[in-house]
């Protein structure tokens, strides 16, 4: 092998890095709904929003915590992170029905498996842009087989939101006012600052549950 060809391997080797890295932390910021980071990676670097990087966290109908290939359009809606979202979906190049990771998930399908307190809107923002509710993921699922999964059985204003988008109806301006209306999360005091809601069951694993909660794994810790 010539020099040559070492210089080139070596710097399209680093070149592969950078990319790497921008879209790990492009990532992040999805999750953080970090506009303005968001917005400088990718018009300083000129990244690409549709690429798609590793994510740590549990697929589609698992509880299993593993890397999965996603994009940030999926955090952003995973996350409810509706300021990126909007970037994103603004830019008019990114690909709404991109399916990736082992599970085959969409954005719709993340936006509902994530659960945020956003999911309704996100969920909207998404079906105005062109997402496709008739998706499916790796198992058959439908973006709206998704939802007793996440919400189960008791009847909630967001599930019966989510349910009459995903199976192609509209929100009337009356429909958004009994959501407001009903929904537990949105009342609180105006004085309290707004916290970010992070998806349970996509994050960490519960340590109230299984094997955690046993007296063996107690007695390990000692």
């Not at 890397?67 to 909007?86: C, H, N």
């Not at 009337?172 to 069951?201: A, G, N, Q, V």
């Amino acid at each position: 092998m010539c020099t040559g060809d070492v210089v080139v391997d070596y710097a399209e080797g680093q070149k592969q890095d950078r990319v790497v890295s921008n879209i790990s932390i492009l990532l992040e910021l999805a999750a953080a709904d970090d506009l303005d980071g968001f917005r400088s990676v990718v018009e300083q670097d000129g990244f690409d929003v549709n690429d798609s990087g590793l994510w740590y966290g549990r697929s589609i109908g698992s509880k299993k915590m593993r890397l999965e290939e996603r994009t940030p359009l999926m955090i952003a809606s995973m996350f409810g992170s509706k300021q990126v979202l909007k970037f994103i979906l603004g830019l008019n190049r990114v690909d709404v029905n991109k399916a990736c990771g082992s599970d085959r998930a969409t954005a719709l399908h993340m936006a509902v498996a994530g659960g945020s307190k956003s999911s309704v809107e996100v969920v909207k923002l998404l079906i105005n842009a062109s997402a496709d509710i008739s998706c499916l993921d790796v198992h058959g699922n439908l973006p709206v087989d998704l939802i007793p999964l996440v919400f189960g059985s008791s009847f909630s204003s967001k599930k019966k939101f989510l349910e009459l988008l995903l199976n192609g109806e509209e929100l009337t301006d009356d429909d958004h006012i009994e959501e407001h209306k009903f929904s537990p999360i949105l009342i609180s005091s105006k004085e309290s600052p707004e916290k970010k809601e992070y998806p349970i069951d996509l994050s960490l694993p519960d340590m109230k549950n299984g094997i955690y909660n046993t007296d063996e794994f107690r007695m390990g810790e000692r």
